[in-house]
């Protein structure tokens, strides 16, 4: 079961909620610098962390699961989020240069037809970046936050999930190595910093990239039945039927040891 559209704006809206979205902001800011005249898609709930992108992107947009309930973003301008089947994401073919994908596999029936999807509507060597809660992390092993819920990845797990969708990975990285306690979400910058260093197995979450690469079928050939042409004797000389009548003993048992016309052999 997903987690509703509110719980999600609430976790966001807390102390707790803010340092994921600063540390999570930044890694794909390192992945992929400003998006400058990209078209950039969320799917799941990425609205927290995909509005940075907006001032240079060509096109920012956010699909949230319908199981899941979709919020009017951003708040006071126009709308750019939808609701959406997790199975059919309502964009044409290729149209996305980068995807963000996060609060989305987790929780889902079918992550490998969701991940499809992404594929579908991502551009020929277009990037996509997953977030998961990494299963050695803390934040999977509390309900308290919203990354405690659902199926939590390993390194492993991830790479073949995204390889099973056709989506080839090309890179990873750890975020938010502070406890999910609210209390301690004031020294977020510290745990990131000393966590990437001292303890790194044990980060809340996982991000991996993976680019749709596109390669050219070459048509298999097909085989081609021949027909099996049966010899034809050649017509024999005129009166050589005569000629056989005076052959000696030895010849006919010669000629009568071969097969017959029509028998394997002939």
């Keep these: 079961m997903r987690r509703d559209v509110l719980e999600l704006r609430r976790f966001y809206a807390s102390d707790l909620g803010g340092a994921a979205r600063t540390m999570v902001q930044r ?8 998006a400058r005249g990209l078209d950039v898609l969320a799917v799941g709930y990425g609205t927290p962390f ?8 060509r096109r920012v947009a956010a699909a949230m699961p319908a199981q899941q309930g979709v919020e009017v973003w ?25 995807i963000l994908v996060v609060h989305a596999i987790e929780e889902s029936a079918d992550p490998v037809a969701l991940l499809r999807e992404v594929w579908r509507v991502l551009a020929p060597s277009g990037r996509v ?21 659902g199926r939590p990845y390993s390194r492993a797990q991830l790479a073949e999930l995204l390889r ?7 890179g990873w990285t750890r ?13 977020a910058e510290g745990f990131e910093q ?10 809340g979450l996982l991000l991996m990239e993976a680019v749709k690469q596109t390669f050219a079928v070459k048509p298999k050939g097909a085989r081609a039945k021949a027909k099996a042409v049966r010899p034809v004797l050649a ?32």
């Design 50 to 57: 995909v509005g940075t992108f907006r001032p240079a992107a």
């Design 27 to 34: 890694k794909l800011v390192e992945a992929w610098g400003d």
């Design 74 to 98: 951003p708040a006071g301008g126009r709308n750019l989020a939808t609701l959406t089947p997790e199975d059919a994401l309502p964009f044409a073919n290729a149209l996305f240069d980068r």
């Design 235 to 266: 017509p024999s000389p005129a009166g050589a039927g005569v000629a056989g009548r005076g052959l000696g003993e030895a010849a006919v048992k010669a000629l009568g040891s071969g097969p017959e016309i029509g028998e394997p052999g002939a």
């Design 129 to 149: 970046i997953v977030t998961v809660a990494s299963r050695n992390g803390m934040w999977a092993n509390t309900e308290k936050t919203p990354f405690g819920h």
């Design 164 to 170: 099973e969708a056709e989506l080839e990975p090309s």
């Design 175 to 187: 975020a938010l190595y502070v406890p999910p306690v609210g209390w301690m979400a004031r020294w």
């Design 194 to 203: 000393a966590g990437s260093r001292l303890w790194p197995g044990f980060a």
